[in-house]
C-alpha cells in the first residue's frame, strides 16, 4: 500500500531527529549489508542510511538498489543520507522509531 503524502511528511518528521545508523562504504553494497539493512529496517522500521559514494548520480543508484534488495520505500533523500521505511511485522515497542516517537 502506497504511503499518503501526510504518512510521508509524519515520517520526515521523525526522522528528522534520527541519526544514520548504516553506513554504506568503500565494499559497496554487499550481501551482509543488506542483511543488516534488513534486521535494522525490521527493528527500527525508519531509519537512515548514509551512502559513501562519489557523484550525485551513484548514489541515486545505490539507493534505489537498497530500496528494491530490502522492500523499503524511500522518504527522503539529501545529500548522501537516505530515510527509508519498511513496515515491520512485529513491531518492538522498544526499537520501533514509529512506536517510540508517535505522537499524542
Not at 19 to 36: Q, R, Y
Not at 74 to 97: D, F, M
Request: with cysteine; hydrophobic share 40%; glycine share 4%.
Amino acid at each position: 500500500m502506497p504511503l499518503s503524502s501526510q504518512d510521508i511528511k509524519r515520517l520526515r518528521r521523525i526522522g528528522h531527529h534520527l541519526k544514520a545508523i548504516l553506513i554504506l562504504g568503500d565494499k559497496g553494497l554487499t550481501e551482509t549489508f543488506i542483511e543488516e539493512l534488513n534486521a535494522r529496517l525490521e527493528d527500527h522500521e525508519l531509519i537512515k542510511v548514509k551512502v559513501n559514494a562519489e557523484s550525485r548520480d551513484d548514489r541515486a543508484e545505490i539507493v534505489k538498489a537498497l530500496c528494491e534488495n530490502s522492500g523499503a520505500e524511500l522518504i527522503q533523500r539529501i545529500g548522501n543520507i537516505a530515510l527509508l521505511y519498511r513496515a515491520a511485522q512485529k513491531p518492538n515497542p522498544k526499537l520501533s522509531n514509529l512506536l517510540r516517537y508517535q505522537e499524542a
